[in-house]
């Protein structure tokens, strides 16, 4: 299975992420959590490719305000 990506699970904006998750995630280099956010903004737009770089940098702008409010 070599060359697979790994599966995100789609989240739940409502729901609050477990401390562990968020715990896993802040220890993620930074470049990292911006894909994983980008591929998951991707996912919501149904897929459609065409859109790589304004999925990236509002999941590298919403990341960074998270951080700011740490």
């Known amino acids: 299975m070599a060359g697979r990506a790994p599966i995100i699970p789609k989240t739940?904006?409502?729901a609050p992420i477990p401390r562990e998750e968020q715990i896993r995630q802040q220890s993620l280099p930074l470049e990292e959590r911006v894909r994983q956010r980008a591929h998951e903004i991707y996912l919501q737009h149904g897929g459609q490719a065409?859109?790589?770089l304004d999925?990236?940098?509002q999941a590298q702008a919403e990341i960074l305000a998270e951080q700011e409010k740490a």
């Open 12 to 14: 739940n904006k409502g």
């Open 55 to 57: 999925d990236w940098l």
């Open 50 to 52: 065409g859109s790589d």
